[in-house]
C-alpha cells in the first residue's frame, strides 16, 4: 500500500498552504500528518483526519476523502517550514508518505 | 508527560546486529491504551516503520523487515527494544522510539531519534 505526497509545496507568508496525500480508499482510513522541522523528531500536527493534539495551532486543519487527505495551512507562517509526512494504518502496519517539504517564501 | 528516550551503539559492522533500547519516563510502558514502537528515517529520506509492541509482548512488524526484526518490552525497567538482524548500509538511520496511541492511531509521542550507522 502506498501513500503518495508531493515532494514540495511553496507558499508565500499569510497564505494557505495545502498538502496532499493519496492512497487507493483513503477514505476509509484515519489519516495522521506530522511535521519534521530540520534537525528534529517528527511531532503530530492533526490525527483522526481533523483532530488537533493540544498546543497545535487552530490554523493546521485537515480533510480526507475518498483517495485524498488534505492538510490543509491556514495564515502559513514561516515557523511552519518543515517536512510534513501523512501516514494511515493498513493492516495493523503504519504506513507513511514520502514527505512534503513545504517552504515559506 | 511521557518522554522516551534512545540508546545503543552509533555504530555497527555490516552483517551484524543492531540493538537498541528504548527507556520511557513520566508514563508507564503497562499502560493499556498504548503501543510501543519503532520508526527509522535513513539520511536524507523519509519515514519507515519498523513494528510496535504491547506490554504484554504481542509484536506487529512491517513485512518487508519481519524476518530480521525482533521486538522486546522489559516492564520493570519500563523499556523497549529493537533487534535488527544482518544490516547493512542500506540500514544506516535515524531510529525513532515512539508511543502510538492504539485508540487515536496515532504517533503521539516521540523519542529524539539514534543514529545508526552501519559501516565496517
Known amino acids: 500500500y502506498e501513500l503518495t505526497q508531493p515532494p514540495s509545496v511553496s507558499v508565500s507568508p499569510g497564505q494557505t498552504a495545502r498538502i496532499t496525500c493519496s492512497g487507493e480508499k483513503l477514505g476509509d482510513k484515519y489519516i495522521s500528518w506530522y511535521q519534521q522541522k530540520a534537525g528534529q523528531s517528527p511531532v503530530v500536527v492533526l490525527y483522526k483526519d481533523t483532530k488537533r493534539p493540544s498546543g497545535v495551532p487552530e490554523r493546521f486543519s485537515g480533510s480526507n476523502s475518498e483517495t485524498t487527505a488534505t492538510l490543509t495551512i491556514s495564515g502559513t507562517q514561516a515557523l511552519d517550514e518543515a517536512d510534513y509526512y501523512c501516514q494511515a494504518w493498513v493492516s495493523s502496519t503504519a504506513v507513511f508518505g514520502g514527505g512534503t517539504k513545504l517552504t515559506v517564501l | 508527560q511521557v518522554q522516551l528516550q534512545e540508546s545503543g551503539p552509533g555504530l555497527v559492522k555490516p552483517s551484524e546486529t543492531l540493538s537498541l533500547t528504548c527507556t520511557v519516563s513520566?508514563?508507564?510502558?503497562?499502560?493499556?491504551?498504548?503501543?510501543w514502537g519503532w520508526i527509522r528515517q535513513p539520511p536524507g529520506k523519509g519515514l519507515q516503520y519498523i513494528g510496535s509492541l504491547y506490554y504484554s509482548g504481542n509484536t506487529f512488524n512491517d513485512p518487508s523487515l519481519k524476518d530480521r526484526v525482533t521486538l522486546s518490552v522489559d516492564t520493570s525497567k519500563n523499556q523497549f527494544s529493537l533487534r535488527l538482524t544482518s544490516v547493512t548500509a542500506a540500514d544506516t538511520a535515524v531510529y525513532y522510539c515512539?508511543?502510538?496511541?492504539?485508540?487515536?492511531?496515532?504517533?503521539?509521542?516521540w523519542g529524539q531519534g539514534s543514529l545508526v550507522t552501519v559501516s565496517s
Open positions: 515512539a508511543r502510538r496511541d492504539y485508540g487515536d492511531q496515532v504517533f503521539d509521542f
Open positions: 513520566g508514563g508507564s510502558i503497562t499502560s493499556s491504551s498504548y503501543y
